[in-house]
Each structure stands twice: as C-alpha cells, then as structure tokens.
C-alpha cells in the first residue's frame, strides 16, 4: 500500500498544481487542499467566507493571511487528511508558511517536500484561457490540450463546465504579478530548509507527472 505524503505545490497560476495535486491524490490516497477550489465553492454558496473572498480573487489579490490559515487548520483537522496532503495554492505568502509550521509543529508533522513548479508567462497564458472546471467536482479541463468528450460537460461526474471568472486577461496578470512579489519568495524560505525541488512545468501532463514522481523518490519509498 502507498505511504501517506505530505506536499506543497508551488508555482504561478495555471503552472499545473490542481492537475498534479489531483493525480497524487488519487495515487497516495491523501487529501487535496486546494485553497482556490475551497473559496470559490464559499463564494458561490454566498457563505460568509465566500462574501469576503469574492472580492480580492476577482481583482487577483490574495485574501488575508488569517482567513486562509484558519480554513486550512480546519480543513487538516478531517479524516481525509489523516494519512496526509497535497496542498495546492497555500501557502502563498511566507506569514502563512510560518502559520502552517506551526499548525503542523503541534500536530507532530512536518512536510515531506515543497516541489515548485516553473512555467512561461505565455504558456501560463494559453492554459487559462483554455482552462474549464466543472461546477459539480472541481475535475479540470482544457479545451485544446485536453477536451472533454461532449463539448460542456465534464467527463468525470457530467457536471457543468464553466471558464473561471479570475481566467480573464487582466486578472491573469494582476495574479501573476501577486506570484512574483507575494508568492515567489517562498522558493528561497522552503530551500533554506532543504525542502524545495524545481520541476519544468512545460511538457505534457504525464511527463510532468514523471518528474514529480522523480521529484519525489527518496519521499515516497
Ligand atoms: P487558485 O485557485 O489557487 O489559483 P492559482 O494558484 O492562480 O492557480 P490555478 O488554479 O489558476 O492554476 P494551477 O496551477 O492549479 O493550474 P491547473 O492545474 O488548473 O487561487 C485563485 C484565487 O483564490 C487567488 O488569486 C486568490 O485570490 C485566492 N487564493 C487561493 N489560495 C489563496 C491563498 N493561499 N492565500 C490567499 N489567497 C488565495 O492548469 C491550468 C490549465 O492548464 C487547465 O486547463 C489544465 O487542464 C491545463 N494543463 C495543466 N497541465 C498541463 C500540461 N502539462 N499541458 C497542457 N495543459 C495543461
């Protein structure tokens, strides 16, 4: 039986996380956090978490460090997450990095590894634009690298696919641009610790899949 992991996915929006995190998750059997899928579900279920979100994630801004910390304490404290995770899109600021240090301190854990994830501004470009998710379980598409078979719909559970609202152009830089300021200092903070590994996010899903898997050798035997 595969062993628990626990993972940070770095890297810039549309770099490839949520794709990655997913196939980990069905491989390892460990829960995935992703940060984004969890807002936006708050936002369209008009929750209190959802109201506040709203507006930073259309503008491409982060929501506050103390709101994403207490829902990734909660979120961590289920079942699913018991033999592990794969987080995707948290942490995103070196405040929130030490948060999850020390949610983690007190539960006796430590991450396995950080794997940053790097990709072109253009290509990053040509995902999201392509990008579609599905209403129904978050499963991710793309409509020219990876379409789904009716035009719509998503091939996993036949939920809705929708273009994300923060997938339009000037949104995409304005989060590119938080990445590089906000986000991308955290390379040196995880490589300090010994923790980070680079992966070339340019190929196709199961190449990139292959280099997470070498990535990750010595973590998951
Ligand atoms: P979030 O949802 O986390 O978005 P993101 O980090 O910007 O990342 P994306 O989901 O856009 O991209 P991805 O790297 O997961 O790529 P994907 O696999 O989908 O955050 C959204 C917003 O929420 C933030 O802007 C912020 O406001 C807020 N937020 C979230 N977390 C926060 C936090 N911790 N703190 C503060 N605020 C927070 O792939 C993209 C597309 O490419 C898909 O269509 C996919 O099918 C395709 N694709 C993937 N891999 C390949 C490949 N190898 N070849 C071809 N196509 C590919």
Do not use: W
Request: include cysteine.
């Amino acid at each position: 039986m595969a062993r628990g992991i626990r993972v940070i996915l770095l890297g810039p929006p549309g770099a490839g996380k949520g794709t990655q995190a997913k196939l980990l998750q069905d491989e390892f059997g460990v829960c995935q956090i992703s940060t984004g899928d969890i807002l936006r579900k708050a936002v369209s279920e008009q929750t209190p978490l959802g109201k506040r979100a709203s507006e930073f994630i259309t503008r491409g801004a982060l929501v506050p460090d103390a709101v994403i910390l207490d829902l990734v304490a909660e979120r961590l404290k289920e079942e699913d997450c018991a033999q592990g995770f794969i987080l995707d899109g948290f942490p995103r600021t070196i405040p929130q990095a030490e948060g999850l240090e020390g949610i983690l301190k007190a539960k006796d854990l430590v991450v396995d590894r950080v794997l940053s994830v790097r990709v072109p501004h253009k290509v990053i470009v040509e995902r999201l634009a392509g990008r579609r998710t599905c209403k129904s379980c978050a499963a991710l598409c793309h409509v020219v690298f990876d379409p789904p078979k009716k035009p719509g719909i998503c091939d996993r559970c036949g939920g809705e696919l929708y273009q994300r609202e923060d997938d339009r152009e000037e949104t995409i830089a304005a989060r590119l641009q938080v990445y590089d300021t906000q986000t991308a200092p955290l390379e040196n903070y995880y490589r300090e610790r010994g923790l980070l590994s680079e992966i070339d996010g340019v190929g196709k899903v199961d190449e990139i899949r292959s280099r997470v898997s070498r990535a990750l050798g010595d973590v998951t035997r």
